[in-house]
């Protein structure tokens, strides 16, 4: 008896590493996705999330747009709801990696941080839903999409018997699809966690987007965060273009606005882009997108469409607490003066005063962004209001 049961746990160890060996490269994606925010890990991981993840390339091309030299100093303090603050204190307690500052399209600052440098390929988490709305903007302008009021299933058919038949459009755009979502970063069983771990495991987005069958609210009754639009977004636009999402953002974006290298955007293992939120760039590049829309869209994202877009034209938050309103995949903060803002988990920003020609990037490993001070993002925002205001 004993020889036989040492035989079959023989049998069960071989079978445990054959099958070890046939998924270790899911299980090392899902070990980083565990690990990814560690404290002694994350600001390395965020430059390097093509180490732990699918991606594919986001191709630049021709000559970069020039980003001439012009330097100013940044202002030495600045003042928000817990009082005043040094600029440099705030840049340290929420694990800044880099800051670039435009002004009138040259470089007043640019500076790298936690070991960081300008060639790093940043991750920029939900600052790609931004990118996804323009492309959408393109694609309206070019008659690849009908409109805006067209129900999801109509331009993605998957979709149809989802929580998604029947919400338009502009409601996904909005993020008043009503569909139910649990977006917290910190609770493991989450539908976002869930999400990573599809996405780790290279499992299908589309499917897991699919799924979703649960509804809070009829569509375009109110404004809630729900990060799977942005996936619905980015599905029918690869119906409607035929490419995939890092082609279009290439041909239609990356290339046209003069990026100076190739992005990466994570991917599941069925080609799809995680477009809520894996677009990995340069810093540098990041501000040229921010120049870009800043200066009404360059022939490249219809002018037109950046206007509508950075307008507080979503419905009003579910959360009457939310000071920031929201338009098309787009930030617009409280008392804005043509102020837009595209904002990622961790601290990543692009920051829009167009009419004094200032974009602010700013990338971050901060493993406090869900403290309530932060969450307000009003330190965040008093800091670029502030140097913004000392370029004048």
């Known amino acids: 008896m004993w020889r036989w049961l040492g035989r079959g746990l023989l049998a ?8 070890a060996f046939a998924f270790r490269e899911e299980i090392g994606r899902l070990n980083a996705v565990l690990t990814l925010f560690d404290e002694d890990r994350i600001t390395a991981n965020f430059s390097a999330m093509d180490a732990a993840f699918l991606t594919a390339p986001v191709a630049a091309g021709g000559a970069p747009r020039p980003l001439p030299q012009a330097p100013r100093p940044l202002p030495e303090r ?7 603050e040094g600029v440099e204190a705030f840049l340290s307690r929420s ?26 390929l940043r991750m920029s988490w939900s600052v790609t839903k931004s990118f996804v709305a323009s492309l959408i903007g393109i694609a309206l302008a070019e008659g690849d999409l009908p409109g805006l009021d067209a129900p999801a299933e109509a331009l993605a058919p998957e979709l149809a018997g989802s929580a998604y ?94 990026a100076e290298a190739d992005a990466r955007m994570i991917t599941d293992g069925h080609g799809a882009a995680f477009a809520l939120g894996g677009l990995n760039a340069r810093t540098r590049d990041f501000a040229r997108f921010g120049l870009l829309i800043a200066e009404g869209g360059g022939g490249v994202v219809p002018a037109d469409w950046i206007a509508e877009a950075t307008s507080p034209n979503a419905p009003p938050p579910a959360d009457a607490s939310r000071v920031y309103r929201y338009g098309y995949q787009w930030w617009i903060p409280p008392q804005a003066e043509g102020e837009a803002i595209a904002r990622g988990v961790y601290g990543q920003w692009i920051y829009l005063r167009p009419a004094e020609g200032v974009v602010i990037v700013k990338t971050s490993a901060d493993r406090d962004f869900r403290t309530a001070e932060r969450r307000a993002n009003k330190p965040t925002l008093a800091m670029f209001r502030a140097i913004a205001d000392a370029l004048r």
């Open 12 to 19: 069960l160890v071989l079978i445990a590493a054959a099958a």
């Open 78 to 84: 600045f003042v928000h709801g817990g009082g005043e």
């Open 95 to 120: 694990a800044t990696t880099s800051l670039l500052v435009l002004k009138d399209g040259a470089v007043a600052h640019e500076s790298y941080r936690l070991g960081t440098g300008p060639e790093d």
């Open 165 to 258: 038949e029947g919400v338009r459009l502009r409601d996904i755009l909005n993020m008043a699809s009503g569909v139910e979502f649990n977006e917290d970063y910190l609770d493991f069983w989450s539908d976002i966690n869930q999400m990573g771990r599809v996405l780790a495991l290279g499992a299908s987005m589309d499917a897991f987007a699919a799924g979703q069958d649960r509804r809070l609210a009829p569509p375009g009754e109110a404004f809630r965060y729900v990060s799977i639009d942005t996936h619905v977004l980015a599905m029918i636009l690869r119906r409607a273009t035929g490419r995939s999402l890092a082609e279009a953002l290439s041909e239609k974006i990356w290339i046209p606005m003069g």
